[in-house]
């Protein structure tokens, strides 16, 4: 597991979900759990020329990695409100994609959250991991993935403020795709709710 954790943190964001799951059970595994490992094992074997690889030109032959959604709206969303703020689109900027499942955990009850952040077509910061609180609904679980990936985009905007890639003050985009967790951060009724508009766009 130690390995399977060490690939996942470098260079396979796709393994990072069954390698948080695994790790889990590393201080009592049974059966169901070594097998699971002999078969990620067997995965990461098979896919072992899939990888993040940045290349010098586009004629190289390396990756090009996508991401797709569903669901969203394109009618009076949150960006158009916040027009002035927009950050660029420009694809040398990174933008930040998060999820949380809700009580994904049968045991304990708990969600995971999961976040990738992507810098010109590749993933350059992801992460799978079991929420530390209880989430009592879906968009709670949300919030919290929200919180921790405000966290992180904060951490890789400073980063390349200072390296000098990325403009000073410039808002770093999230994406969410909870209906419930957009609705409260579009109605902005309460402190609450403007904290959650403010994680959108990190400045």
């Not at 390995?3 to 059966?31: E, I, K, M, N, Y």
Request: charged share 20%.
């Amino acid at each position: 597991m130690g390995s399977c954790l060490h690939l996942a943190q470098v260079s396979r964001p796709d393994v990072a979900f069954a390698v948080s799951l695994l790790s889990r059970h590393s201080a009592t595994p049974g059966l169901a759990h070594r097998q699971a490992a002999l078969d990620l094992v067997k995965y990461l074997y098979s896919t072992r020329h899939m990888y993040v690889q940045y290349v010098r030109s586009p004629d190289d032959t390396g990756n090009d990695p996508q991401v797709y959604g569903k669901g969203w709206r394109e009618d009076k969303t949150i960006e158009e409100r916040l027009v002035a703020t927009e950050p660029d689109t420009s694809s040398s900027l990174p933008t930040t994609f998060v999820d949380a499942d809700h009580g994904g955990d049968k045991n304990t009850r708990k969600s995971t959250s999961g976040l990738v952040i992507m810098l010109n077509s590749g993933p350059i910061s992801w992460f799978s991991r079991l929420q530390k609180l209880c989430a009592l609904s879906s968009a709670e679980s949300e919030i919290i993935a929200v919180v921790d990936a405000a966290k992180e985009s904060l951490h890789i905007k400073l980063l390349c403020e200072e390296i000098g890639i990325r403009p000073v003050g410039k808002p770093m985009r999230i994406y969410e795709d909870n209906a419930a967790f957009i609705h409260s951060g579009h109605s902005l009724r309460g402190s609450d709710a403007a904290i959650l508009t403010s994680c959108f766009y990190i400045s």
